[in-house]
């Protein structure tokens, strides 16, 4: 797996034809507020173009790309932290992504209603920010209650952890999303992870435009000046322009298509890279007669841990990584070649792992 996305957004902004294009899915797509009620969830294929040239070398049986799993659930409204449009509820199937992307509404159509009337991409994202700050004021002043408890029969733990509570209600309450602050200390980051706090998880905007914007337009140009000012990423797609690109079958219709357009990249992609580089993952590749794969690793992965992300059989019986860099691999020719020049590496458990990598792991169990 490489990571998982959930997509949030005020009703009719385009999440689900947005979900629809990114994902190759089918998510129900109507003009008319929570359409969406159970979470959509789609797997998208990293587009990586060293994966398929590592192949053209190969000639495997099977190609799997590294994938990003999308989850889409339904639009969220002023109120949804206490239950508003059921968003206490959609607001739960969130807690477990990596990323939050935030769709917003950058296009101007009569057919297509806005909740609040007009367009205003601030006003949707402070929308937004703030249920997601609200929940999780509620989580934590939940938590504290636990705690406080705790912490009168004597639990010298309870007491550490209420002093980040407050801290948490205090940022909270005076509408700081957890995002914003520097939390350094293990016991504050493991709090932060354990009650699954929305607002402390990062962000991508989307600012979803109409066909003739693609570069952009006012509204888009709002949202990257939030997003700058937050020290977050921003992208401006079309979710229609996607649909289109998601359902041509080749990848030279889809680059004729785009080229006609004047992208070098589909909206995927470059939400991927974003996604890739916030979260510091890096890819290495398996290769070999039956299966050319990628597989998605955090920056900083020894080479034993990332034998566990294949399989934990080949973890625990881990002997020793056979590496080859991707550009060693390419120049040579294959494996083979990359032998021949003496450019396969063996590496120990401890070898921290490199993006590009290509990977053949001894093991024993």
Same mark, same amino acid.
């Given at each position: 797996?490489?990571?998982?996305?959930?997509?949030?957004?005020?009703?009719?902004?385009?999440?689900?034809?947005?979900?629809?294009?990114?994902?190759?899915?089918?998510?129900?797509?109507?003009?008319?507020?929570?359409?969406?009620?159970?979470?959509?969830?789609?797997?998208?294929?990293?587009?990586?173009? +060293?994966?398929?040239?590592?192949?053209?070398?190969?000639?495997?049986?099977?190609?799997?790309?590294?994938?990003?799993?999308?989850?889409?659930?339904?639009?969220?409204?002023?109120?949804?932290?206490?239950?508003?449009? %059921?968003?206490?509820?959609? %607001?739960?199937?969130?807690?477990?992504?990596?990323?939050?992307?935030?769709?917003?509404?950058?296009?101007?159509?009569?057919?297509?209603?806005?909740?609040?009337?007009?367009?205003?991409?601030?006003?949707?994202?402070?929308?937004?920010?703030?249920?997601?700050? %609200?929940?999780?004021?509620?989580?934590?002043?939940? +938590?504290?209650?636990?705690?406080?408890?705790?912490?009168?029969?004597?639990?010298?733990?309870?007491?550490?952890?209420?002093?980040?509570?407050?801290?948490?209600?205090?940022? %909270?309450?005076?509408?700081?999303?957890?995002?914003?602050?520097?939390?350094?200390?293990?016991?504050?980051?493991?709090?932060?992870?354990?009650?699954?706090?929305?607002?402390?998880?990062?962000?991508?905007?989307?600012?979803?435009?109409?066909?003739?914007?693609?570069?952009?337009?006012?509204?888009?140009?709002?949202?990257?000046?939030?997003?700058?000012?937050?020290?977050?990423?921003? =992208?401006?797609?079309?979710?229609? =322009?996607?649909?289109?690109?998601?359902?041509?079958?080749?990848?030279?219709?889809?680059?004729?298509?785009?080229?006609?357009?004047?992208?070098?990249?589909?909206?995927?992609?470059?939400?991927?890279?974003?996604?890739?580089?916030?979260?510091?993952?890096?890819?290495?590749?398996?290769?070999?007669?039956?299966?050319?794969?990628?597989?998605?690793?955090?920056?900083?992965?020894?080479?034993?841990?990332?034998?566990?992300?294949?399989?934990?059989?080949?973890?625990?019986?881990?002997?020793?990584?056979?590496?080859?860099?991707?550009?060693?691999?390419?120049?040579?020719?294959?494996?083979?070649?990359?032998?021949?020049?003496?450019?396969?590496?063996?590496?120990?458990?401890?070898?921290?792992?490199?993006?590009?990598?290509?990977?053949?792991?001894?093991?024993?169990?």
């Amino acid at each position: 797996m490489g990571f998982k996305c959930g997509i949030v957004g005020l009703p009719n902004v385009g999440k689900s034809t947005t979900f629809n294009a990114l994902s190759r899915s089918n998510a129900e797509s109507s003009n008319f507020p929570f359409c969406t009620i159970e979470p959509n969830v789609g797997i998208a294929y990293v587009n990586d173009k +060293r994966l398929y040239e590592l192949a053209e070398l190969v000639h495997p049986k099977k190609i799997t790309p590294a994938v990003v799993e999308f989850v889409d659930i339904a639009g969220l409204v002023k109120g949804a932290s206490t239950g508003a449009g %059921l968003g206490n509820k959609f %607001l739960s199937h969130i807690r477990d992504v990596q990323v939050i992307v935030h769709i917003v509404r950058c296009f101007e159509d009569e057919d297509i209603v806005h909740q609040d009337g007009d367009i205003d991409p601030k006003r949707d994202i402070e929308t937004i920010d703030t249920e997601l700050m %609200l929940a999780d004021l509620q989580t934590v002043e939940n +938590r504290m209650t636990k705690s406080l408890k705790l912490a009168k029969s004597g639990d010298k733990t309870a007491k550490q952890e209420i002093e980040i509570l407050e801290k948490f209600k205090e940022d %909270l309450e005076k509408g700081i999303a957890l995002r914003r602050l520097d939390f350094k200390k293990d016991t504050e980051k493991s709090l932060i992870k354990e009650l699954r706090l929305l607002s402390a998880k990062p962000v991508i905007y989307v600012a979803n435009v109409d066909e003739d914007s693609i570069n952009g337009n006012k509204y888009s140009n709002i949202v990257d000046e939030i997003a700058k000012k937050e020290g977050l990423e921003s =992208i401006v797609l079309s979710s229609k =322009i996607e649909e289109e690109i998601s359902k041509l079958e080749t990848k030279e219709e889809k680059k004729e298509f785009m080229d006609m357009l004047g992208l070098e990249e589909s909206g995927l992609d470059r939400l991927v890279k974003k996604g890739y580089d916030m979260l510091g993952l890096i890819t290495f590749f398996t290769a070999g007669e039956k299966e050319v794969r990628g597989w998605t690793i955090t920056k900083g992965t020894t080479a034993k841990e990332a034998a566990g992300v294949i399989h934990s059989d080949i973890e625990r019986g881990f002997i020793r990584a056979e590496i080859i860099s991707y550009e060693d691999y390419i120049a040579c020719r294959g494996e083979k070649g990359a032998k021949e020049k003496g450019l396969v590496r063996l590496e120990g458990k401890d070898y921290i792992m490199k993006d590009g990598d290509v990977v053949y792991f001894r093991f024993n169990v």
